[in-house]
């Protein structure tokens, strides 16, 4: 099983850090970055603005169990749960759980213990076949992969 946790500062900084770590792992594992990246980014950045006690880091853990990559962001705000929301055309925020449901294959919260919070994204990779040679892809929702052809 592969394996990657680290704490971050709850701030923007942090945030990014988890991003470029995070990318820079899967890399490492010879795993796709897309649609991690993004998972990842959006996690963080809530966890950032919605799940920030002073003083306390958030946690990013990243684990590959045969072809599931999980994602996981825990927060020092469990009271804080997250939730989908439909914005107007022209918000400037609130979409993060959107682009986390839409690229994900699952997605959900944990809460605990007390007073953490872990919200989590699961993401299927698969080995794609071309002609003769194997390379990783990110199989998406619809099982097409991630930004291939179908």
Do not use: C
């Not at 040679?133 to 179908?150: I, N, T």
Request: hydrophobic share 40%.
């Amino acid at each position: 099983m592969r394996h990657f946790s680290l704490q971050l500062s709850p701030t923007p900084r942090g945030a990014r850090l988890a991003r470029l770590l995070a990318t820079e792992q899967l890399r490492s594992w010879g795993l796709p970055v897309h649609p991690a990246e993004h998972i990842v980014a959006e996690l963080a950045a809530n966890a950032v603005a919605h799940g920030r006690v002073p003083g306390r880091d958030f946690r990013l853990l990243l684990y590959v169990v045969g072809d599931i990559l999980r994602i996981e962001v825990t927060d020092t705000r469990g009271d804080r749960l997250p939730h989908l929301r439909q914005g107007e055309p022209d918000d400037e925020s609130g979409r993060g759980l959107l682009i986390v449901e839409a690229l994900a294959d699952r997605w959900g919260v944990v809460p605990g213990p007390p007073p953490r919070k872990t919200v989590w994204a699961e993401v299927r990779t698969a080995v794609v076949p071309t002609g003769g040679a194997e390379r990783r892809g990110a199989v998406s929702r619809g099982g097409r992969r991630a930004g291939g052809r179908r």
